[in-house]
């Protein structure tokens, strides 16, 4: 994924695809269901790009910003986001992408509040 991102490929979309249930074929009032793959395509972009979300791109394959934010709180409530992250560890680990003798930690974001 050098470069731009444009979405996830066929190839991508696949080691996904399985941790999404069944997609409604008929949701009833409001607009329609956002397909999975467009809703990961939009969530990964702004994780990529590190764009606002009023920033996201329009068009097929991508969710609306709305939708795309309200699937991020839900994943990230029961766990589907840890799971897509531990999978993209694992094949990266698997492939020897990772080099684990080495890790950084940002203090910034720490709770602890004073010193001794």
């Known amino acids: 994924m050098a470069g731009r991102f444009e979405g996830l490929s066929e190839l991508e979309w696949k080691l996904f695809e399985d941790i999404f249930p069944e997609e409604p074929s008929k949701r009833g ?3 329609p ?4 793959r467009y809703v990961l395509n939009s969530l990964l972009y ?3 790009t590190g764009c606002r979300w009023c920033d996201l791109p329009h068009g097929d394959t991508w969710a609306s910003k709305s939708s795309a934010h309200r699937w991020l709180k839900r994943w990230r409530d029961d766990g589907t986001f840890e799971y897509i992250q531990g999978r993209v560890l694992a094949i990266a ?5 990772i080099n684990w003798d080495f890790g950084a930690v940002d ?4 709770p602890w509040k004073g010193r001794r």
């Open 46 to 48: 702004i994780l990529i």
């Open 33 to 36: 269901h956002a397909p999975y």
């Open 107 to 110: 203090g910034s974001f720490s």
């Open 29 to 31: 009032k409001g607009m």
């Open 93 to 97: 680990n698997e492939k020897g992408l």
